[in-house]
């Protein structure tokens, strides 16, 4: 690159999935705009790599359904790439003693009735209840919230809000205002009285979340895991041709027919602002400047690493220092060279391509999380195991197989000195051990494995904490108050630049939404200061 290459309209930091999506926005609008991505790639926590000789998964992020059907029109994702396939079965629980299905056509209904005929009939009550909830949820998420302490703008912003809270009537209010603050268990105890009918939904209560589904608040993580769809079904989850990666391989081929200049292997080390305003971006390859800059790091690195402590202000890095991050997270793959039978599955092989969720009542959640914090990680924990390979042929040799298990719950920090250096191979024997009991001769049938700890997803994906949604999900770090209050809207003290990831509303998983309403904000106030 020549000096005059290196100057832009704006500069990504970070090309990960909401970067990438910022990216597109601002350059549709006709900015000139690069991307600077420290790994070899694009795609952050959503990218395909081949872990084993011939068998390639997805890496981080793992299954479809949140990213926004507006997003992928807008970027033509499908024109550049993208496939996405629907689960034939939604989620398959397996059991001691038998198993749970659920799934669309009425399959959930005729499961739930094998259990309990009273929470069979209650079943519509709750799907109805959840969509009310959901549908506002979805109006909200596309909106930049308002900023705590804010001018006009903002003013206006709240009363857009809260248009959208008024027409729903007291009855939804009310349901709104239980998902919001109450627990998963409690909400579902509303409902359900069978324990394995309330594992079926509440396992997406602590999903990412370092918690118990007895927590307050927790109904709102369940919320954030249903408000999506796939191929135009609500609530469905998929699978991307190709893995995760094919999602965010087509946004960069999406950006660079807009023009989108993509530097890899380039690590931002400095924002340096000058009298309040950003001046320019240091990296390993030299500086570049534009005057606007969109960051979709992970606020603590943002403020704690690149920005300077003086521009941003005690009172803001006090409130970054206090952000909590943490999810309990462990993700492994696993290379197959057959399919794992379950002891207690139905017939055929459906089932294998639903998510396989170890995790039989809200009180084995409870207690996985309850063991993690004394001794640091699960002695029975919380796995859903995948495998995409039955959907997706290109991820495995003929006749083998690739298996990723998401597993809860496993501390960042081990207590009595211990390390996760050291520990990461026998917490991963231990989840295998864990999916033997349900299906014997699953560790026999394991040719290689990928394993990442929490620190691993640190390091790898500059996940602080090895938190997969960029900070906690709890209702003191949602909406206005994400990251913090003050800055709920995508704007930081240093003047011209922005947070597009997933530290901003409405939070973590592949949604795209954070980049997508930064480069709203972005634009609009470009327009007031162009005016």
């Not at 391989?249 to 292997?265: F, H, K, N, P, Y």
């Not at 690195?301 to 803001?316: M, S």
Request: hydrophobic share 40%; aromatic share 8%; charged share 25%.
């Amino acid at each position: 690159m020549t000096a005059g290459e290196r100057e832009f309209d704006a500069i990504i930091v970070g090309g990960g999935h909401n970067g990438l999506v910022c990216a597109f926005y601002l350059a549709r609008a006709g900015l000139k705009t690069c991307i600077l991505e420290r790994a070899g790639k694009v795609g952050g926590a959503a990218i395909t790599e081949e872990f084993h000789p011939g068998f390639s998964n997805s890496v981080a992020s793992y299954t479809v359904s949140l990213l926004q059907p507006e997003i992928i029109r807008d970027m033509e994702l499908d024109r550049f790439g993208l496939r996405i396939v629907l689960r034939k079965i939604d989620n398959f629980l397996p059991l001691q003693d038998g198993y749970m299905m659920a799934g669309r056509d009425g399959l959930s209904a005729r499961e739930i009735a094998r259990f309990s005929r009273r929470d069979a009939e209650n079943l519509p009550k709750y799907e109805a209840a959840l969509e009310r909830v959901v549908e506002c949820i979805r109006q909200l998420i596309l909106l930049a919230p308002p900023n705590a302490g804010g001018g006009i703008g903002d003013l206006l912003a709240l009363l857009k809000v809260g248009s959208i809270v008024n027409r729903l009537d007291v009855d939804v209010q009310g349901d709104l205002l239980d998902f919001f603050t109450k627990s998963a268990a409690e909400i579902l105890g509303q409902y359900f009285e069978n324990e394995t009918v309330k594992a079926l939904f509440g396992f997406d209560a602590v999903v990412g979340h370092f918690a118990s589904p007895f927590e307050p608040g927790s109904a709102y993580v369940l919320l954030h895991h249903v408000f999506g769809q796939t191929n135009g079904i609500k609530g469905a989850w998929g699978h991307a041709i190709g893995g995760m990666g094919a999602i965010t391989q087509a946004m960069g081929r999406s950006c660079e027919a807009l023009g989108v200049e993509i530097s890899t292997d380039v690590k931002v080390e400095k924002i340096v602002e000058e009298a309040g305003k950003i001046k320019r971006v240091e990296t390993t390859r030299g500086e570049f400047s534009a005057p606007i800059v969109a960051a979709s790091v992970h606020p603590k690195i943002l403020f704690e690493k690149l920005l300077d402590r003086q521009a941003v202000g005690a009172n803001v890095l006090g409130k970054i220092r206090n952000y909590r991050s943490h999810s309990g997270t462990f993700r492994m793959n696993v290379a197959l060279d057959r399919l794992p039978r379950f002891t207690n599955a139905p017939a055929g092989e459906d089932h294998l391509s639903a998510g396989i969720i170890i995790a039989p009542s809200l009180e084995y959640m409870d207690e996985a999380w309850l063991s993690a914090r004394k001794n640091g990680w699960s002695e029975e924990p919380v796995i859903e195991m995948l495998i995409p390979s039955v959907l997706d042929d290109s991820l495995a040799p003929a006749g083998k197989h690739v298996a990723s298990l998401f597993c809860q719950q496993f501390s960042f920090e081990l207590p009595d000195g211990r390390k996760w250096e050291d520990e990461r191979e026998p917490a991963a024997d231990h989840i295998i051990a864990t999916v033997e009991k349900h299906a014997p001769g699953f560790t026999a049938s394991i040719l290689g494995r990928q394993v990442l700890s929490p620190l691993d997803l640190q390091e790898k994906f500059a996940l602080v904490g090895g938190d997969i949604f960029h900070g906690r999900m709890s209702l003191d770090q949602l909406f206005s108050a994400r990251p913090v209050l003050g800055m709920g809207s995508y704007r930081t003290p240093v003047d011209g630049v922005y947070m597009c990831g997933a530290g901003t509303h409405p939070g973590g998983g592949v949604t795209g939404v954070p980049g997508h309403n930064a480069a709203k904000v972005i634009l609009k106030d470009r327009r007031g200061r162009f005016w």
